[in-house]
Each structure stands twice: as C-alpha cells, then as structure tokens.
C-alpha cells in the first residue's frame, strides 16, 4: 500500500491552530467523511476547530464544492432553461416557496427546488405539501427532470444521494454542539443548492425573534458570505436580508399555509397576507432578474405580479402539484378542506397596540398544536396551526380576537395558548417596525467589502 | 427513566463559548468518559474546545480530582511514612529515577513511583528497568504494597484499574490532534500521580532541544499549572525547570541507563555522569524536604549526596530489583552484561567546542539504534543506546571521538550515525550553557502572581 500523502491529525492539527488546509485536503476530509473512512473523533476535532477558528475563502469555496459532488449531482441543462431557486433560512409562517417557484416558472425559468422538513420553532415545507393528500415528495431524478419538463417548478425532498457528505457532518454537528457556525452552515446549504446545478439563487436570510439567526449582524455575515460562496461557484446571486418578528402572513401550519398559498395565488387577497405577498413579489423579481428575465430586480416584482394577476403562476402551481400526484380539486376551496377537531381564539386582555411578537415562540405554540414533529420521522398535523388576526403594529381593542388556534387534538389546546398569550405583548404606545426588506445583498457588495 | 439533569451537549457548547463547567459536570463528563457512555465523537468535540479556549483554575482542579478518582487508588497510608515522588516530562538519557527513587526512600520516605515506557525520542524508565532480567513492572497492589514496605521504593508501570479516564482520554487526544495543551496534560500527569496517594511531589519540567516543550515560556506555564494543581489537591509541590539540551549524563539506552545509575549509587563517579548527579541530588533534595526529612531543599540535598556515600541509596535499589524479581548480580560488574552486536565510534570532523546538539534527533537516533519501538507494543533491544563522549561546551581536537552507538542489529548503525553527525554542531567558540536548574517555582510563586 502506497503512503497516503494526507494525514487527517495534520488537518485537525493546522485548523487548531488557525492556519488554512489546501483544496485537496479538503477534498480528502469530505471524501473521508462520506466514505466514513475518517473516525467521527476526527471529525468532530476538526469540526470544532473550525466553529471556533473559521475558515478562509478558499477553504470555504473548497469545502462547499466537495460537498457539493459528494454525491449524485442534478444537471437541468437538457431542460432548456435557466435554472434558479429560493432559500430561506427558516422562520415561522414561511411559505413564500409556493409563490415564488411557481411565478419564477411562469417567467420561462426551471425550478428544481429541494426542500426540507419542520425544524425546531419552524415548519417544514415538505410537510406542508404533503398535507395535499396524494402529493409525493420523493422522486427519482428521472421523474423530478419529468415534473419539471412538464410543469417548470418541482418541489421534493433531499435523495440518500444528494451531496451525502453533507448528511454525516449534519447529523456529526448536532451530536457535537458545532451546528452554528457561519461557514459550515453556508457550506451546508449552498453544497446542496450547486448539486441541484442552479444557474442563479436568491437567499432568503431572515432576522429577528422568530429567526435562527435573531442577531442582525449574524444574519448579515452569514448572507455575505453565501454570496461570495456562490460567486466563488460561478452562478449568479443575491442575498435579501428581511424581517421575521411575527409570522409571515395569516396562517402558519400545513395545510393552513397551503390554502394562503392557493388563495394569493389564485389572487384573492387577505389583509392579513400583504406581508406574504409584498416579500414573496420581491424574491421572486429577484429570481426573475438574476435568471435573465427581468432587467433589474424592480423589472422582476412587476413581471411576478403579472405573473400573478394573469393567473399564469396559479396555473404552474397546480400542474406541479398534479404532477407530484397532489389532488388540485381541493384547491377550488381550500377552507373547505381545512378540518381540525378543535379550535381556540385568544382574544386581547387589554387595549393598545400589538407592540411584540416573541416569533420563536409562536413557532413553538404552533409546532406544539401539531404541526411540528414530537420526534424524528414522527407524523404532523394537517390540520393544526394558527391564524393570526392582527399583526405587529395594529391598534387592538380590549376583547378583540388576536389570533386563533386549531388542533386535530383538543387536549392540546391549553399550553400552545399559554405560549401564544406570553408571546404577545398590547403596549400603549405603537413600535418602530422595520421594513420587510432589510438590506440587500449582492455580488457587488462582496466584492466592495471582504467579510 | 428520570430525566438527566446534565446534557454533555451543553457542556460542549459552553467551553466551545469559553464559559466555565461545573465540578458536577466536568465529574459527569469524567465519569462517561471512563464507562464510554459519552460518544468519543462529543468527547472530541469538547477535547478540542477545552485546547482552544484553556481550562479555569476550578476546571483543571475538577478534571484532576475526577480523573484521580475514575478508578482504584492507592494508598500508602498503612506504611506509616510520607509518600513522596518526582515525575519528569521526559528527556533523553533521563535516568534520575534510579537515582532519587532508591535516596528519598534511604531517607525515610515511601516512592510509590508509577512510571511509563519510551514516547516518541524519549526512552522509558519501565523498558530500562525491563532490561534487568526478571524485573516484573505490573505488579498487583498488594505487591506493589509488600514491595514499598520491604524496600521503601517501588517502580512499577500502570495498572488498568488506575485512573481510567485518562487512557480513554489519552487515546483520543492522540487520535484527534489535541494532546499538547497544558491543561489537558497537567490533568493527565497530576491524576495519575495524585491516584497513588502522595503527600509530596517534585516536577522536573525539561526544556531546550530534547524536551517536549522546548520553548521556555510553554514549559514555565505547564509547571505553574501543575504546581497550583498539586496545592489545589492539598500536597505538598514544586517545579524545577531544569535544562534538557544534550543527553543527560553518559548513556541513553535501556541497560546503559541501568549501568550508569548502579555506578553512581555505587558512588563511582564518571566525569560525564557529572550532570545526572548534580540534577539527581537537588531534585532527592527537593523530594526530602517537601516529604519533611529536611528543613529546606539544600539541607535535602546535602542528605541526598550523604546517603550516596553511606551505601544506603544502594542498598534500597538493590532490594527494591531484588524485590520485583530482578538480577542484582549483574549490578557488581554492569559493564559486563552490556553485550551489544555492534558497535561504531563518531568522531569529530574538526577542531573546535561542541556547540550545540538538537538533543530531539539524539533521541530518534537512540530510538532507531534499537532502544525504542518501531510500533507500540513492540520489542525494544535492552543493549542499544549511546555513550557520549563529550559534553557540551567542551574543547575537541579533530579525530577525537565524539560518542559511541551501540545497536543489536549492526546493519542499523548507518542511519543513526547520520542522524547523530547532523545532530552535533562543533564551532570555534565555546556556547553560552545554561545552568541546570533554571528556575525552581513553589507554592508560594503560585500564590503570589496567577497563571
């Protein structure tokens, strides 16, 4: 047996003390990892010398690509088209993907978006279209590349084959407490989004008490450096700083937050959803632009909202859905559909202005009704979640019903309002709300200001 | 199942954050350790963040005591006397266990001395002692008891049941790249000495070209650490920081190293033996002041060398071998039992002082003459090693021989002979030496200035 050149020690040794691994040792670690050659010690040692120390650009643009084909990769190109996606990073209420896929399709665009279930506070957007019954979220590339030809947006869940390095290290970081660090985040999410071969993506980073990253300038340094780590892969893309201090739009749970969905989408238009459709206008006019479509992002939100009005986008959504095997007839009156056994409306104890949301708790109310998992591969809840009645800012009378929440278990009503009355908070004077849109950014900004 | 009050998630992310644990946690995470009911994946993780962000004094006090008690302790308490004992961070040709072993126990002190075998360039007292035909070193504790009562001196290698923790943490840190942090070492070397119940303690911390830490700075932090860590356990302690920058005294080598002590405690002194006798006497000095048999440590060491010359020394080592099943006959002519295969002379290429020697690669060359282990658990050769000829600093003609390598397989001697020619630097002008004992550093150094 030939001496192998690469030492995992000699790695986890450098990145202990602060220096920079080479592209090819990186390699050799994500091919270790995948393999499970290399020990799970080794790989925690390194991992967590790398949440305290960081990593460079080029370890970062190395780390991401070897993750990235680690596995099976998805090529759009015999599709004809630009390929763009969305990512969010999570927050509570979040269903722009069910807006802006469809319209970025409608715009003559592929999206091949792959998605993931409920975590912590957040829901899951898999879960949420599997509680269209028949909807399959697993398909084989064969039958994704069909869905797309066919429809132009398709929305399923990760394969065992996609970007499998990714898997060990996930499950590794949450075993080792080495979850939260910027660069293996980014790396994360962006390996998976380049194995999807997308020509262009928008990120979605929110901020604030229903966010991940609650601390503004955390969210800003992870969008920057996502943004450099796709320029360093060569697709086009832009961050979007936004705000997630209380729910996105009116419903937050599965079927809930696919009948708001349907209902924009079929350009009905609820008070309560304006925020929903003001951001999900804004990403999709970015997909629109850095797809090629569009020629600046402004150009973009106004196509979307054509997109939307002349029922183009509607028309996407359910043909993709039909093509996942998702019956479309319950979309002629979602509400109809909705059937939960049990209901509850808090309503306000006092006058004022709704003037907080604590929105991770709110996610938490909302997953605790049923809409989020007890544990790993457990069920969700269709039918479970909240409407919210007002929003951050509204004047509230004292008795006014604030928000409502629904349950396939009644039983389970009486912590999740004990949660959600905590949560709130009526004030006497109105709070300083910031826009949806907090910031923007983009390749240019990257390469202005090295983070 | 009641629900764990301690998550070694959380103890994991509050040292990644530089945040303090508990004794009850760090007890927690020794005691998983030990029973491996805490992942060697999440132990990794924590091993590398204790390296980075260091360890609080109440930290290294808690790791060291639950270390000390993960398993059996032994206690010398039933032999009446005060138990003293000397640990070294290993150099070369560093015998001075033969030495203070047998003095401190002529003194009236118990040595329960729990050694360990050679480690990287360095050689082992065990594998020394190994080369005395029948010397057993396991001994069980009640042999290891009879032996300290009969001869006052016993050194023997380190039983399973002694401090558990440690050989799964030592392990691992050698596989994850997170040995060399003071803290972690401290740890490892005070519980060990600390589970065979001492009551006082001398640190011979080495520095220069054949240390471990060869820069000064890093080996006066160690011995600060231990020297506080010992107070903290309430024994009595102190460091000296003695010079480590050519082999210590005249041979390096397993029987040599044998043959060299016996002739000293024989009271015959060699010329080149100068340095191991001076270091032997203050560090026996230190030992039989701290164990109480002396009003200050030059008082201990005139008892040292007075002990020497009486016979007395002798005396307990050849009881203590004749105890663990060794030969003592040897010990009247130990010249004679030195039957190596093959021997060759280095000889000086020129005229001039002997400079300066990279003592680190005059312990690889000893290690490839045969006196080491390729791999562990190997052999290693009782009758290889090195005589040096010369010390540092002295006058050398041209042709004069230099030092003489012994080996039991005569084709090993080419690569060693480079190594040692490489090693040793001859200058026209005589070098600046360091004095033996650079700094001796005391309870009352701790007190006054923390590390």
Redesign the interface.
Known sequence: MPEQTIHM??L??RK?DGGELTPEEIQFLVAGAASQSI???????W???A???GLSRNELHALTTAMRFSGEVFDPTPLGKTAVDKHSTGGVGDKTSFLVAPIAAAAGLAVPMISGRALGHTGGTLDKLESIPGYRTLLSSEEFSAVLEKAGASIIGQTQNLVPADRVLYA?RD????VESPYLICASIMSKKLAAGLNALVLDVKTGSGAFLRNYADAEFLARLMVRTGEDAGIRIAALLTRMDEPLGRFSGNWLEVWESVELLQNKRHPISADLLELSLVLAGWMIYLGGKAGNAEAGRQRAEELIVSGAAYQVFEQMVAAHGGDTNLFRNPAAFHKPAGLRVLTASRGGYLAAVDCTQVGWAVQRLGAGREQVGGPVSAHAGLEMHVKLGARIQAGEPLCTLFTEEPHRLDQPEQMLRAALTIADEPPQIARMIRQVITSNDIRSAEP
Chains 1, 2 share one sequence.
């Not at 020990?39 to 040692?45: G, K, R």
């Not at 075993?175 to 080495?178: A, D, L, P, V, Y």
């Open positions: 020690i000699d986890i040794r202990r020990s799970q010690a080794q790989l925690a040692a991992l967590m010398a949440w305290i120390r590794l075993h080792t407490g080495t």
